[in-house]
Nanobody, 129 residues
Framework: QVQLVESGGGLVQAGGSLRLSCAASGGTFNTATMGWFRQAPGKEREFVATISRSGLTTYYADSLKGRFTISGDNAKNTVYLQMNSLKSEDTAVYYC??????????????????????WGKGTLVTVSS
């Protein structure tokens, strides 16, 4: 049973930083692509960032470029999201997602929520102004 477990969320002041982690377990992930999405209160889930299995290619939501960085550690089956210069509008539940095939990070950004093979339960990030 594949599981994705996010961690690292919490309360932070505007301008601060957080690093989220998503650990995958219960399967083999050599042909998996992973990414981060978020859902703010009262809003739909939106794309944040995705990363290729090799880690060489990443893709970001335009509004987050320069502040957020996605990275991965294949040995640990873990992806990270470094979030800097946080703003109140970044407040959301952050979810990790996995598709069990090798697709480009840009393609994964276009996969609808129902098309993801696995989701984590999410980690709450609250940015106070």
């Amino acid at each position: 049973q594949v599981q994705l477990v996010e961690s690292g969320g919490g309360l932070v002041q505007a301008g601060g930083s957080l690093r989220l982690s998503c650990a995958a377990s219960g399967g083999t992930f050599n042909t998996a692509t992973m990414g981060w999405f978020r859902q703010a209160p009262g809003k739909e889930r939106e794309f944040v960032a995705t990363i290729s299995r090799s880690g060489l290619t990443t893709y970001y939501a335009d509004s987050l470029k320069g502040r957020f960085t996605i990275s991965g550690d294949n040995a640990k089956n873990t992806v990270y999201l470094q979030m800097n210069s946080l703003k109140s509008e970044d407040t959301a539940v952050y979810y990790c997602a996995l598709v069990s095939r090798l697709i480009t990070p840009q393609a994964m950004a276009r996969v609808p929520p129902s098309g993801m093979d696995y989701w984590g339960k999410g980690t709450l990030v609250t940015v106070s102004s």
